[in-house]
Every structure is written in structure tokens, then in C-alpha cells.
């Protein structure tokens, strides 16, 4: 099978990278040239040896890596140090690239996308199956450029002014993508072209790497250099900051990234200074809803270029949350990060934080596999938490991810911990705190299994579970094997805080507008999204959960053991300080 190699090119600034990722994300192969280029210098490499052989040990920095400002200012001075540069990486490069060509080829690609920055002017495309240029004008260029790497005026300028005219790369052109306008019109553009290459060639066909291979320099033969670093999305969901203390106890080795937002950076730094070996880990001030996640061009590239593992969990986690916020926390975030885990040529893993709720209103057994069966959803909680997975799922065709599907998070089975009084804490914090003697109706029937399932077991889980060298492609339900009715949990509760016990039952109708009424409707949308989960019977089978825990000692603890704990946490906390107004809770807080 032909395997038709097809490059991508443009001035610097105009787009190259945005429209190699936007082809990425539609399942297409694509190796970055810039990716190898950086490889082949790795400390280790020969190329590298030779460099020193040829301009000194002036050229490393204090790490033993190849300090690239460096060599670039003696290269550019003199033309014999530029063909020497050329003489030992150029032909180290194309061999990497021949290899990334022949590992997708192998994989059963049809069409490959190679993307480098001068393919018109060292005439490399005259070999290709065909080239695209994006062209962007040069004042578009220069304002992104000002933007994206911080260059004074003249800088910005004077890079333009070095390469080629973008004239002289539409004359190369088979095809051009256009971009001058938004993002949305990029994607056009990138959809157009795309059509027209699969007009000449054939769809575009998604092939699967073998697993450790990268899917963005396919150039994992280049070998695993530098230590493992980690990412965590999420902080500060209580989820999220047991995962870093889990890292930072269990794997003291790797560097560890703590992805935050400006505003909780304060936060984020006081609540790692008190780890004991937080020296390992690092605050990152970004977005997972902005593009390269909020980051500077030089912390994105350096990030991507050093990381081998995602724990992603941020994500809105609170069910009553409105569509806006949780589309663009939950699936612009999650897009986010998989791109930055297609940038990552080191890439091992991504842990996606993902919910058993994706199952929506499907009632019966609901495996680790299933996903799309054509279930509603409750709320837009689920219907997100869906859609990002629905990403995840496509992307895992190339990438190593793992993904975690906890029930509905309750504290800690040991301390009752939790960070946050929603889903069923409403309930129970109304049965725990009801001095009044009167017996609150339970909203439903409540027959159903309550999938609850405590803090330190999910995060204990997911740690050994995403160790596993078999996880990468698969999903794992981390819920109680032996679930209470929603009944039977409120019951308990109220015997536990010995308060009355809730009677008989009302009609979900009649139970929403119990909670609409004065008093109660203060509560907001969070329990009437709770409410309509509890009359689905539900069974998640746990198969890959099981086999992966098989060797350890981690196993969810049954419920009736932890829940006066969970009480008492909840009767301590609501006595110290009454709940607060859910207006406060409903704060999309728990975006990373
Ligand atoms: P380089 O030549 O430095 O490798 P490049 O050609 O790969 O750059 P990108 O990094 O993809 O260019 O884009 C340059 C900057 O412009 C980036 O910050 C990117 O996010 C932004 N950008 C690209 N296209 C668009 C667009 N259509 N709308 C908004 N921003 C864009």
C-alpha cells in the first residue's frame, strides 16, 4: 500500500502547527518536523556527540542539553558552522522522519501529513505526494507573533522578513488554507482541503500506533531521554489534589505540573508548600479551556516536549451546572488537553477523569466498553462528561489513555473528608441536620442502587489502575460492587444522626416541586438534577477494574462501614458552620 506524504508549510506564525492539530484531531497522521529535529539532539544522540565534537561544549547548557540559542548564533554568523550544522543533523532528521513515515505506513496509513517550516525553500517538497501552504499575510503574522512569543516590533518583523515570500510558497502549493480569520474559519479550511486530498487519494484512513509510539513525532524509536513529568488538571477538585499527593508519595521521581488558574494560584502554591516533597512539583498558571492551555509558546512547547504522563481531571463536576460552563469546561478543556497529549513526544499516558454517570438514564448493565447506546442524560453534567468522552474515545486510537469512571464521589471512608457539599449531600445534609422532627419525604422512589463511592478508594484506584501497561485503551468503572438504594443510604443516615427517618415516597413530579418550594428552593438546581438521577436502576459492570486491582490490596470499602463516618463529618461540619446558600456551591469551582 501507497503511502502518500503530504507536506504542510507556511511563514512563520501563519498557522502550521493550529492546522496540523485540527488535521490530528479529524484522526489524521501527522509528524512534526520540528518534533524530530529536537530529538535527534537529545542528550545520548550521536548528533548531539558530533555538535560538541565540532563547536565546543560552549554549546550545552548546565542541564547537558543542546543550548539551541546558542548554536544558533554561532551557526548564523558563519556559513561554514551552518553547513556543518546541516552536514550532521539534516541527514539524521530525514532518516527520523523516513522512520515516523514508515511506522505510520506500517500502521496502515494511506495519506501522512508532514509539517516543517521550509519545506519551499530547501525545495523537500518537490519529493512529496503534494504541499499545503497556509497562508496568512504578513500583518496577521506579525500581530500573532507579537502575541504569541512576546517579540519587540523589529524582531517580529526581521523573522518575517528572513524566510521566503509567501508568493514564492503559493507558487509551490497544491493546495491552500486560508488563514486571516477566526478559528471556526480554520477548521473550514482545514475541512475543505481535507476533502479535496481525500478526492485524490481516498479517505484519509485513521491508523492505530502500537502503544508507546507518539502520534505527533511517531519518533518514539528515538528513544525514552530525561525523566518522567507529570500533569495534573483539576486542582482544586478535592479529586485533583489527592491525585498530586498520591503522585508526589508514590512516584517521588517524576517532575509533577499542577495546571492552575490565575486565580487559585495563591491557593495552589500554599497548598503544595505543605506536601512534604513538593520540591518535585511545579505550578503551571493556565486554562484547560484556553488555547495551549493558557500557557506561554515557550512553557506550551516546553511542557509538551518534557511530558510523558496526563492525569486529567478537571472538570465541572457539579451536576446542577449550566450548558455553557460545562461544555466549555468539560469539552473544550478535554480537546485541549488531547492536543497537547498529540504535542507530547514522550507521551505514556493520559489519565482521563471521566463519570460512571455517562451512562445517563440507561437502565441494566452498563460495561467499561460502553459508551454510545443511545442513552438520554439528566442534566448537562452528564451530557458533557459524554461528549468529552466521546473525544477521549476517538483519540485513543493513537494516544495511551486510560480512562476512569468513579460513581458518585462521597468523603473519605476513613475521615469523612469531602471539599464539597453537593449531589446526594444535599439530600443528606437535609436528613442529617432536621431538627424539626418531622419526617422529609423521600423524593422518588429511591429503589435504585445509589452509586456512591468514597474519595481515598477512586484516587487509590485510578493510581494503580493507569499503572497498568494493559490500561492504555481501556475504561474502568471505580464504583461500590455491592451498592445501597438510594432508600436504604438516607435511612442510614438519619439513624446515624438520629434524626427521623424520611417516610414513604412522592412521585419525582411531586418531589421536584417539594424542592421548589420556599426553604427548599434555595437549594437551586444542584438536588433537582440529583433528584432525577435516583429512579434509574443501573448496574456497572466492573471487569477491567477487577482484573487490574487483582494483585493489590485496593478494594472499594462497603458502605455500611463508612457511612456514619460520612454522617458524622456532615453533622460536625453543618454545626460548626451552617451550608452555605448553593449559589455559592453552584460556582463552577471545580473547573481546573
Ligand atoms: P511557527 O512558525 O512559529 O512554528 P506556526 O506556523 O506553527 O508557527 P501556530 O503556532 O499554529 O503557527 O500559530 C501562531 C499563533 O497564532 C498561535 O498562537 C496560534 O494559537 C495563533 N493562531 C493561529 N491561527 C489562528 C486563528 N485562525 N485564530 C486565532 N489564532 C490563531
Not at 6 to 20: D, H, M, R
Not at 430 to 444: D, E, F, M, Q, Y
Not at 482 to 488: D, V
Not at 584 to 592: R, Y
Request: include cysteine; aromatic fraction near 6%; glycine fraction near 8%.
Amino acid at each position: 500500500m501507497t503511502v502518500h506524504v503530504i507536506g504542510l508549510t507556511g511563514g512563520i506564525a501563519s498557522g502550521k502547527t493550529t492546522v496540523a492539530r485540527l488535521l490530528a484531531n479529524r484522526g489524521a497522521p501527522v509528524i512534526d518536523a520540528d518534533v524530530l529535529a529536537r530529538q535527534v539532539v537529545e542528550p545520548g544522540q550521536p548528533a548531539l556527540a558530533e555538535l560538541v565534537a565540532r563547536f565546543g561544549a560552549a554549546i550545552l547548557a548546565p542541564d547537558g542539553r543542546l543550548d539551541r540559542k546558542r548554536l544558533g548564533a554561532i551557526a548564523f554568523a558563519d556559513p561554514a558552522a551552518r553547513a556543518d550544522l546541516g552536514r550532521i543533523t539534516h541527514p539524521r532528521i530525514a532518516a527520523a522522519s523516513a522512520a515516523a513515515i514508515a511506522t505510520w505506513a506500517d500502521a496502515g496509513a494511506n495519506v501522512v501529513f508532514y509539517e516543517a517550516a521550509l519545506l519551499v525553500e530547501n525545495r523537500a517538497y518537490s519529493h512529496l505526494a503534494g504541499l499545503i501552504v497556509v497562508a496568512t499575510p504578513p500583518e496577521v503574522q506579525y500581530a500573532r507573533l507579537v502575541e504569541r512569543d512576546r517579540l519587540s516590533p523589529d524582531d517580529a518583523r526581521a523573522r518575517i522578513a528572513a524566510q521566503a515570500p509567501l508568493a514564492d510558497k503559493l507558487a509551490a502549493a497544491t493546495w491552500v488554507i486560508e488563514n486571516t480569520g477566526d478559528l471556526a474559519a480554520l477548521e473550514g479550511e482545514v475541512a475543505r482541503v481535507a476533502g479535496a486530498i481525500e478526492a485524490a487519494f481516498g479517505p484519509i484512513r485513521v491508523p492505530r500506533l502500537p502503544r508507546a509510539e507518539s502520534a505527533a513525532g511517531a519518533s518514539a524509536r528515538a528513544g525514552r531521554i530525561g525523566r518522567p513529568a507529570t500533569l495534573v488538571t483539576g486542582f482544586p477538585a478535592g479529586t485533583a489534589k489527592r491525585m498530586i499527593q498520591q503522585l508526589l508519595a508514590a512516584e517521588p521521581e517524576p517532575r509533577l505540573y499542577v495546571l492552575v488558574r490565575e486565580a487559585l494560584a495563591a491557593d495552589a502554591a500554599s497548598f503544595l508548600a505543605e506536601l512534604p516533597d513538593a520540591t518535585q512539583a511545579e505550578l503551571l498558571v493556565g486554562d484547560i479551556c484556553d488555547m495551549d492551555l493558557g500557557l506561554s509558546s515557550a512553557e506550551y512547547r516546553g511542557l509538551s516536549r518534557e511530558l510523558t504522563w496526563i492525569h486529567h481531571l478537571a472538570g465541572v463536576y457539579f451536576m446542577g451546572t449550566d450548558e455553557a460552563t460545562a461544555q466549555r469546561v468539560n469539552v473544550v478543556g478535554t480537546r485541549t488537553v488531547i492536543e497537547l497529549a498529540r504535542d507530547a513526544g514522550r507521551l505514556e499516558r493520559v489519565v482521563h477523569w471521566s463519570t460512571a454517570l455517562v451512562s445517563g438514564d440507561r437502565k441494566g448493565t452498563f460495561t467499561e466498553e460502553d459508551l454510545e447506546v443511545g442513552q438520554k442524560f439528566h442534566n448537562a453534567y452528564e451530557r458533557t462528561k459524554y461528549d468529552a468522552e466521546r473525544l477521549v474515545r476517538a483519540a485513543m486510537r493513537q494516544l495511551p489513555i486510560t480512562v476512569i469512571r468513579p460513581g458518585i464521589i462521597v468523603g473519605d471512608s476513613r475521615t469523612g473528608e469531602i471539599d464539597r457539599l453537593d449531589g446526594p449531600y444535599y439530600l443528606m445534609v437535609l436528613i442529617a441536620t432536621n431538627a424539626s422532627g418531622v419526617r422529609l419525604p423521600l423524593l422518588g422512589r429511591s429503589n435504585a442502587p445509589l452509586h456512591l463511592v468514597p474519595i481515598d478508594y477512586v484516587v487509590e484506584a485510578a493510581w494503580h489502575v493507569a499503572r497498568h501497561e494493559a490500561s492504555a485503551g481501556k475504561t474502568f468503572h471505580l464504583v461500590d460492587p455491592a451498592p445501597m438504594s438510594a432508600r436504604a443510604v438516607f435511612e442510614a443516615v438519619a439513624e446515624h444522626a438520629h434524626t427521623e427517618k424520611p417516610r414513604g415516597h412522592i412521585p419525582r413530579q411531586l418531589a421536584r416541586a417539594v424542592l421548589r418550594t420556599p426553604g427548599l428552593s434555595r437549594l437551586g438546581r444542584g438536588p433537582l438534577a440529583f433528584v432525577d438521577m435516583l429512579d434509574h436502576t443501573v448496574h456497572y459492570d466492573q471487569t477491567n477494574t477487577a482484573a487490574a486491582l487483582a494483585g493489590t490490596a485496593v478494594r472499594c470499602p462497603p458502605i455500611a462501614d463508612y457511612l456514619p463516618v460520612l454522617v458524622r463529618y456532615v453533622v460536625d461540619l453543618t454545626r460548626a458552620a451552617p451550608p452555605k446558600p448553593p449559589e455559592d456551591v453552584s460556582d463552577p469551582l471545580d473547573e481546573g
